[in-house]
């Protein structure tokens, strides 16, 4: 590719998130808060994507390693005492170990066999919650209190409870995770997954260890998870056993489908447009799941590769 190509893909990245940083001064106090939801959850979708979309898995259980993260750094802050900066490490490394152990576990399998055993470990996962409920909460969940919500870097102190702040700091994580994932799909680590999506039996004969590159891929998705989930832990002060259920696992699959599997900023889009699709008809009427689904029955029928899949086909051929 071309240092032009380079510099424009990069350049639009870069706009985007421009973009959205001048959206902390302009949006309204209710779509502030929301948007700073939207972006901690596109972190998440954006893990699942690097799985599913590039590398062709699909997983019904990613919503453990977001709960992972959230339960990591939500214990260690309630029951460890750590600062913010801790707690958030704490999260990521419980994602990281629990996606090293399931992906260890779960390759093993392929096909429908694999979307089966991440929902049941995603399932066991819940179960595991609710057992130790008298630490976990069980379905309440914890509520992390303002005080241990509180950023010390040098001598200056930064509450994350503060919107402009738990906004910049949403941002700053979709920022950071963007452009790593950015650069892992544009590598040839990131060639290697389409490969294998492709056609995983060629690129073994090609000389690719394609079991050592899943796993690999199944890691750096369930640390990105973990990275989504600590930080909702931090920013918005709640952990809860529903963030581990199955159902929450195919929320990210709808949003990269929506916004469009394979490309960076699909999940991003994909989030904000079911996001906001259910917002605006559940404040409607109460039949607001036939609205969401009509929605997306249309959006499958003419554009089945996601929103962003169908402008690149269409008209921007060199999205990412």
Same mark, same amino acid.
């Given at each position: 590719?071309?240092?032009?190509?380079?510099?424009?893909?990069?350049?639009?990245?870069?706009?985007?998130?421009?973009?959205?940083?001048?959206?902390? %001064?302009?949006?309204?106090?209710?779509?502030?808060?929301?948007?700073?939801?939207?972006?901690?959850?596109?972190?998440?979708?954006?893990?699942? *994507?690097?799985?599913?979309? /590039?590398?062709?898995?699909?997983?019904?259980?990613?919503?453990?390693?977001?709960?992972?993260?959230? /339960?990591?750094?939500?214990?260690?802050?309630?029951?460890?005492?750590?600062?913010?900066?801790?707690?958030?490490?704490?999260?990521?490394?419980?994602?990281?170990?629990?996606?090293?152990?399931?992906?260890?576990?779960?390759?093993?399998?392929?096909?429908?066999?694999?979307?089966?055993?991440?929902?049941?470990?995603?399932?066991?996962?819940?179960?595991?919650?609710?057992?130790? *409920? =008298?630490?976990?909460?069980?379905? =309440? !969940?914890?509520?992390? =209190?303002?005080?241990?919500?509180?950023?010390?870097?040098? *001598?200056?102190?930064?509450?994350?409870?503060?919107?402009?702040?738990?906004?910049?700091?949403?941002?700053?994580?979709?920022?950071?995770?963007? %452009?790593?994932?950015?650069?892992?799909?544009?590598?040839?680590? !990131?060639?290697?997954?389409?490969?294998?999506?492709?056609?995983?039996?060629?690129?073994?004969?090609?000389?690719?260890?394609?079991?050592? *590159?899943?796993?690999?891929?199944?890691?750096?998705?369930?640390?990105?998870?973990?990275?989504?989930?600590?930080?909702?832990?931090?920013?918005?002060?709640?952990?809860?056993?529903?963030?581990?259920?199955?159902?929450?696992?195919?929320?990210?699959?709808?949003?990269?489908?929506?916004?469009?599997?394979?490309?960076?900023?699909?999940?991003?889009?994909?989030?904000?447009?079911?996001? /906001?699709?259910?917002?605006?008809?559940?404040?409607?009427?109460?039949?607001?799941?036939?609205?969401?689904?009509?929605?997306?029955?249309?959006?499958?029928?003419?554009?089945?590769?996601?929103?962003?899949? %169908?402008?690149?086909?269409?008209?921007?051929?060199?999205?990412?």
């Amino acid at each position: 590719m071309t240092e032009a190509s380079t510099a424009r893909i990069y350049g639009l990245h870069m706009a985007v998130v421009v973009v959205l940083f001048a959206l902390n %001064f302009l949006l309204p106090d209710y779509h502030h808060g929301l948007f700073a939801r939207i972006l901690v959850l596109a972190t998440f979708a954006m893990g699942y *994507n690097l799985l599913f979309g /590039y590398a062709g898995l699909l997983s019904l259980g990613h919503a453990m390693f977001f709960a992972a993260g959230l /339960y990591g750094s939500g214990l260690a802050i309630t029951y460890l005492g750590f600062g913010v900066s801790a707690a958030f490490v704490a999260g990521l490394g419980c994602g990281a170990l629990l996606s090293l152990v399931v992906g260890l576990l779960a390759l093993r399998t392929s096909g429908v066999a694999f979307m089966i055993v991440t929902m049941m470990f995603a399932q066991a996962f819940v179960l595991t919650i609710v057992y130790f *409920n =008298q630490w976990t909460g069980g379905d =309440q !969940g914890l509520v992390l =209190q303002q005080a241990s919500r509180i950023l010390t870097v040098g *001598n200056a102190s930064l509450d994350l409870t503060a919107p402009a702040v738990r906004y910049l700091a949403a941002l700053l994580l979709f920022a950071i995770v963007l %452009f790593v994932t950015l650069a892992i799909v544009r590598s040839r680590f !990131g060639r290697v997954l389409v490969a294998i999506r492709e056609n995983e039996e060629r690129t073994r004969m090609l000389g690719y260890d394609t079991f050592a *590159n899943k796993l690999a891929a199944v890691v750096l998705s369930g640390v990105f998870c973990a990275a989504a989930g600590a930080a909702y832990a931090l920013l918005f002060g709640y952990v809860g056993s529903n963030f581990a259920s199955v159902q929450y696992s195919i929320l990210p699959l709808l949003w990269v489908l929506a916004g469009g599997a394979a490309t960076t900023l699909g999940p991003l889009v994909g989030t904000v447009f079911i996001y /906001y699709v259910t917002d605006i008809a559940s404040s409607y009427t109460s039949a607001w799941l036939l609205i969401v689904g009509a929605a997306l029955v249309l959006l499958v029928l003419f554009a089945p590769k996601g929103i962003l899949g %169908f402008v690149r086909r269409r008209w921007i051929g060199w999205l990412p």
